[in-house]
């Protein structure tokens, strides 16, 4: 490891002495490396598909939807918008301040790690890069070590196809995680797991870094069946392309589980089966649009949460798993015990627990009883309903009515609270994320309040009181010796 541990510092002293040369806080830098994520990965598609599939069985389709063309999307936004995100904001100041002026910059923050995450390699990767290069930073890359040929790929092309004095990419396990997190970072991005985000977060606070984690959770999605009867086609198919749809469910915002009024849950299974046939197929596993389980570690997994013989016995459809193929079945469950581990720690796979309740109000409570989570997904027309979720629960999004769209809505910041995350990103918000908003305020030599000094007296302090106040006519009545001991 002294090798690597060599290789790191030697990137970092190169990254920071070109930040320090304001090379990266020029637009046209900024724009420039833009322009060259988006070519990338044009003149890279095929490959970039490629070792999807190789590491995580997505097809060329799924992979995108969900990585490549929402990387171009990103990446086209920040060049058409860098230009106004930049632009000084002024501030309106109280007239209390007049004449000084005051405005905000946003800086960038320096050198700034991001530890990517294997379920969506590419755009969990290049995504946060996009808003740390469109804020005038240097960045360095870890690569996740559980999805290799997608780090190996980018690893090849980055150096090739952007700055590398001030971009780089580094490849490796927790044991190059673990020599990055000793050096002092200007900020620190991370997706992936609550577990290992307190360690990062630990990292950080003993050099005061700022963090971005966008984390995960538990994150629910309720049925109402009452309002949405009509609709309940168009639910089914969202429910099952937000669950098995998407990495085979390994997504920090996939469905985790669906909360359901009890006389509606056979109904809903009903509908769910053949809705799974349709997307997957008689043997999903041969389907070719079901994306694996990423290792023989996280299937083991799996496979010990549903051969817990309380869950395997609430198994209504599917279940089978194959350890060669990383194959887990599309699987739901009904009424798995809540003290089960499948109920208490985030699944990220391809099984679908289906928790009934008396009333579906009773969903507010349940969810509350539980960490924050991502996200929460609501399926009602109900105003009073969607009102208690989002006057009553706590999360990183509410979606009404959809799974999943918001992520990919970069005019909505995206992240987490509590558990599930610290920190937004996505469109303007990764710009923000990725810089120092810096205030500014001019003030004028042309006049003194002499209230601000001492030594102090009563009228000093009737005027401090009134300007706190920004009680302006009272003011003047005060200076011009019109009002007396005044107090309220």
């Known amino acids: 490891m002294e090798a690597m541990k060599e290789t790191v510092d030697q990137s970092l002293r190169e990254m920071r002495e070109t930040f320090a040369s304001g090379r990266t806080r020029s637009v046209k830098w900024r724009k420039a490396q833009l322009g060259a994520i988006i070519e990338m990965v044009k003149d890279n598609e095929e490959k970039m598909s490629d070792v999807l599939f190789q590491d995580l069985g997505k097809h060329s389709t799924e992979a995108f939807r969900d990585e490549l063309g929402f990387v171009m999307r990103s990446a086209t936004t920040a060049l058409n918008c860098l230009d106004k995100w930049v632009v000084p904001k002024k501030s309106n100041l109280p007239l209390l301040f007049y004449p000084a002026t005051g405005k905000v910059i946003s800086e960038p923050y320096g050198t700034v790690l991001v530890l990517s995450s294997w379920n969506f390699p590419i755009s969990l990767s290049l995504d946060p890069m996009i808003g740390a ?82 984390l995960g959770g538990k994150c629910p999605t309720i049925i109402d069946h009452h309002s949405v009867s009509k609709d309940m086609k168009s639910v089914v198919k969202r429910i099952s392309g937000g669950k098995w749809g998407s990495c085979s469910g390994q997504a920090c915002i996939s469905v985790d589980y669906v909360l359901v009024e009890q006389s509606f849950a056979s109904t809903l299974i009903d509908m769910l089966k053949p809705v799974i046939r349709s997307f997957f197929g008689e043997n999903p596993k041969e389907s070719g649009c079901l994306a694996r389980i990423v290792t023989k570690k996280h299937f083991q997994r799996l ?40 109920m208490n720690e985030e699944i990220f796979g391809p099984i679908l627990p289906i928790i009934t309740l008396r ?87 042309a006049m003194d309040l002499e209230a601000r000094y001492p030594p102090w007296n009563n009228f000093k302090l009737n005027f401090i009181r009134l300007a706190f106040r920004e009680a302006y006519f009272k003011l003047v009545l005060l200076m011009l010796g019109l009002t007396k001991g005044m107090r309220k």
């Open 133 to 214: 290069i469109a804020a005038g930073n240097t960045v360095l890359l870890k690569a996740s070590e559980l999805s290799p040929n997608a780090s190996a790929l980018l690893a090849k092309l980055i150096p090739s196809y952007l700055d590398t004095k001030a971009i780089k990419v580094i490849e490796g396990g927790p044991d190059v995680a673990t020599i990055l997190l000793q050096h002092q970072w200007d900020k620190i991005f991370f997706t992936g797991s609550p577990k290992i985000g307190k360690i990062i977060m630990a990292a950080a606070a003993e050099h005061l870094t700022p963090v971005t984690l966008e």
């Open 359 to 445: 009333d579906i109000q009773e969903s507010i409570g349940f969810i509350k009883s539980k960490p924050k989570p991502l996200a929460i997904y609501a399926f009602t027309k109900d105003e009073n309903l969607k009102t208690r979720i989002l006057s009553e629960t706590s999360s990183g999004s509410v979606t009404f009515n959809d799974l999943m769209i918001q992520y990919m809505c970069d005019a909505l910041p995206f992240g987490g609270v509590g558990q599930s995350g610290i920190g937004r990103y996505h469109g303007k918000y990764s710009f923000e994320c990725f810089s120092h908003e810096k205030a500014i305020m001019e003030g004028s030599l």
């Open 303 to 342: 496979s010990r949460l549903l051969n817990d013989p309380r869950v395997k016995a609430s198994i209504v459809y599917g279940g089978s798993m194959d350890e060669e193929k990383l194959y887990v079945e599309p699987t739901i469950l009904l009424d798995p015990p809540l003290d089960s581990e499948i």
